[in-house]
Antibody, heavy 117, light 109 residues
Framework: EVQLVESGGGLVQPGGSLRLSCVASGLDFGREYMSWVRQAPGKGLEWVAKIVPDGSEKYYVDSVEGRFAVSRDNAQNSLSLQMNSLRGDDAAVYYC??????????WGQGALVTVSS | QSPLIQPRSVSGSPGQSVTISCTGTSTDVGTYTYVSWYQQFPGKVPKVIIYDVTKRPSGVPDRFSGSKSGNTASLTISGLHLEDEADYYCCSRTGNYATFGGGTKLTVL
């Protein structure tokens, strides 16, 4: 069974940085497209970033472009999201998800990011 | 990268049918067959219930069906059950990105 386990969430001050990680099991990670999707408290889902299987291409929603960086280590079956210059509207539960032809068919349990002074 | 437009809420009685619309543009829903729908219960992880506009993953009841016409995709739930009460989100390919709808809260009265 596929498992995606996020870690690294927490409380950070505005302008600060945080790095989320997601460890995958039960899938051929090095062949998978992976994405981060977030959900602000009481709000809807928002796709954040995507990385292709070999890590050569990365895509971001406009609001995080230049501040967030997605990366992966296929040898460790891990996905990361480095978040810099965090703002209040970045506060959310961040899910890592496997993406198969633009459908998100496996999700982690989520990592809560709180941005507050 | 504007969200797809969904009604904020819909409601129905057990046994009835409801349809949730998802309106995009010619750059997303209107162009691609990569439209998916997600069901999310409070405090839980989203679950895909429809993908590629009309396909259902294994285990999803056939009461759930999807369709698309022009720039609008739709999710229809036939024969509503009380346990269908949840939030529903559409999602479409938008070039190299994915765009979600704002979500629809389904209340089963």
């Amino acid at each position: 069974e596929v498992q995606l386990v996020e870690s690294g969430g927490g409380l950070v001050q505005p302008g600060g940085s945080l790095r989320l990680s997601c460890v995958a099991s039960g899938l051929d990670f090095g062949r998978e497209y992976m994405s981060w999707v977030r959900q602000a408290p009481g709000k809807g889902l928002e796709w954040v970033a995507k990385i292709v299987p070999d890590g050569s291409e990365k895509y971001y929603v406009d609001s995080v472009e230049g501040r967030f960086a997605v990366s992966r280590d296929n040898a460790q079956n891990s996905l990361s999201l480095q978040m810099n210059s965090l703002r209040g509207d970045d506060a959310a539960v961040y899910y890592c998800a496997r993406e198969t032809f633009w459908r998100f068919d496996w999700w982690g349990q989520g990592a809560l990011v709180t941005v507050s002074s | 990268q504007s969200p797809l437009i969904q009604p904020r809420s819909v409601s129905g009685s057990p046994g009835q049918s409801v349809t949730i619309s998802c309106t995009g543009t010619s750059t997303d829903v209107g162009t691609y067959t990569y439209v998916s729908w997600y069901q999310q219960f409070p405090g839980k992880v989203p679950k895909v219930i429809i993908y590629d506009v009309t396909k259902r993953p294994s285990g999803v009841p056939d009461r759930f069906s999807g369709s698309k016409s022009g720039n609008t995709a739709s999710l229809t739930i036939s024969g509503l059950h009380l346990e269908d009460e949840a939030d529903y989100y559409c999602c479409s390919r938008t070039g190299n990105y994915a765009t979600f709808g704002g979500g629809t809260k389904l209340t089963v009265l």
